[in-house]
């Protein structure tokens, strides 16, 4: 059916929430982008006049879908080639939604993010509509056609294994880019003693390349080896400017609102790696540099003021 002017803005009115939604559910902008075209594809498709509360319906609809995609993806992700991360989403992109509270701030993180990873579909919808867009659970069991109590079951067993799981510490976006500015420092000395001392003992480095651009499939673990790693990806040289097409800017930012430094050459972001921040030191290091997975960042990156790069590297 032929959607009214107040359909179509319903839906765009939406719109913001839906995607937010999406790419908490499947880690993807690109995918949470098709999953919510999807969704007005069907909106234009029903009697919208017919439909009590559009906003549930929407939702309802939505999440599905992208239950539908997670279950999917384990399969593809099978044969992902090396380790597959997030996409991460640079600070002022709509699509992180909202961030209020400790919650709705900590459900976007990048650790977070890959976290969920581990959980089943259901467990992912549960805790992503709950933690970060406060749905009572009499209306998520309507969205998954579960009961009540088996939401709340669902919900208190996924926000276990998350809180199993992270070490992040909330700290603020100067203190976050002092950190940054330090390893930096430290990781471009050419010694490892200075690195060693601000990462955790069990600090890890993992990096997803896609199999497009070489990163390794295995994760550097424990601090000697995260710095000996971080050490020499610092380290200059020809072919690493060969491999990235040029020398990078390193510029220091916020993704998934946490402290991160990303690469740029010629306009393009070549990577972004975000950091994780426990109480006694750095914890972890997530690169993304799977061009696929880099677009979006580019676009956010090309329209905001970012001022100068802290250094230039490769």
Same mark, same amino acid.
């Given at each position: 059916?032929?959607?009214?002017?107040?359909?179509?803005?319903?839906?765009?009115?939406? #719109?913001?929430?839906?995607?937010?939604?999406?790419?908490?559910?499947?880690?993807?902008?690109?995918?949470?982008?098709?999953?919510?075209?999807?969704?007005?594809?069907?909106?234009?498709?029903?009697?919208?006049?017919?439909?009590?509360? =559009?906003?549930?319906?929407?939702?309802?609809?939505?999440?599905?879908?992208?239950?539908?995609?997670?279950?999917?993806?384990?399969?593809?992700?099978?044969?992902?080639?090396?380790? &597959?991360?997030?996409?991460?989403?640079?600070?002022?992109? =709509?699509?992180?939604?909202?961030?209020?509270?400790?919650?709705?701030?900590?459900?976007?993180?990048?650790?977070?993010?890959?976290?969920?990873?581990?959980?089943?579909?259901?467990?992912?919808?549960?805790?992503?509509?709950?933690?970060?867009?406060?749905?009572?659970?009499?209306?998520?069991?309507?969205?998954?056609?579960? +009961?009540?109590?088996? +939401?709340?079951?669902?919900?208190?067993?996924?926000?276990?294994?998350?809180?199993?799981?992270?070490?992040?510490?909330?700290?603020?976006?100067?203190?976050?880019?002092?950190?940054?500015?330090?390893?930096?420092?430290?990781?471009?000395?050419?010694?490892?003693?200075?690195?060693?001392?601000?990462?955790?003992?069990?600090?890890?480095?993992?990096?997803?390349?896609?199999?497009?651009?070489?990163?390794?499939?295995?994760?550097?673990?424990?601090?000697?080896?995260?710095?000996?790693?971080?050490?020499?990806?610092?380290?200059?040289? =020809?072919?690493?400017?060969?491999?990235?097409?040029?020398?990078?800017?390193?510029?220091?930012?916020?993704?998934?609102?946490?402290?991160?430094?990303?690469?740029?050459?010629?306009? #393009?972001?070549?990577?972004?790696?975000?950091?994780?921040?426990?109480?006694?030191?750095?914890?972890?290091?997530?690169?993304?540099?799977?061009?696929?997975?880099?677009? #979006?960042?580019?676009?956010? &990156?090309?329209?905001?003021?970012?001022?100068?790069?802290?250094?230039?590297?490769?």
């Amino acid at each position: 059916m032929a959607l009214t002017r107040d359909d179509v803005d319903r839906f765009e009115a939406a #719109r913001p929430r839906l995607e937010a939604i999406a790419y908490r559910l499947l880690g993807s902008a690109s995918e949470a982008e098709d999953a919510v075209q999807e969704t007005f594809l069907r909106w234009q498709g029903t009697d919208a006049e017919r439909i009590e509360v =559009p906003e549930a319906w929407l939702t309802k609809v939505l999440t599905n879908l992208c239950l539908n995609q997670l279950t999917s993806a384990r399969a593809r992700r099978e044969t992902y080639v090396g380790q &597959w991360l997030p996409e991460p989403l640079l600070s002022g992109d =709509p699509m992180l939604g909202p961030a209020d509270t400790a919650e709705q701030r900590e459900s976007v993180s990048y650790a977070v993010l890959t976290l969920l990873e581990r959980l089943t579909p259901n467990e992912r919808a549960v805790y992503v509509l709950k933690e970060a867009f406060d749905y009572p659970h009499r209306e998520i069991a309507g969205i998954l056609d579960l +009961s009540e109590a088996a +939401s709340q079951q669902i919900f208190h067993r996924a926000k276990k294994h998350v809180a199993a799981g992270k070490a992040r510490t909330e700290i603020d976006e100067a203190a976050a880019r002092r950190i940054v500015e330090e390893f930096l420092a430290a990781a471009t000395s050419g010694r490892t003693e200075p690195l060693v001392r601000l990462l955790t003992a069990d600090a890890i480095a993992v990096g997803d390349g896609g199999g497009k651009v070489p990163a390794r499939a295995k994760a550097f673990e424990g601090a000697l080896a995260v710095a000996k790693f971080m050490r020499g990806l610092f380290k200059p040289g =020809p072919a690493k400017r060969a491999v990235v097409g040029g020398t990078a800017a390193i510029h220091v930012t916020t993704a998934n609102g946490g402290p991160a430094f990303l690469a740029v050459v010629d306009g #393009r972001v070549i990577g972004v790696t975000c950091l994780e921040i426990g109480a006694d030191g750095i914890v972890a290091f997530r690169s993304q540099v799977n061009p696929d997975k880099l677009e #979006r960042a580019t676009e956010v &990156w090309a329209a905001t003021d970012h001022g100068e790069p802290l250094l230039h590297a490769f």
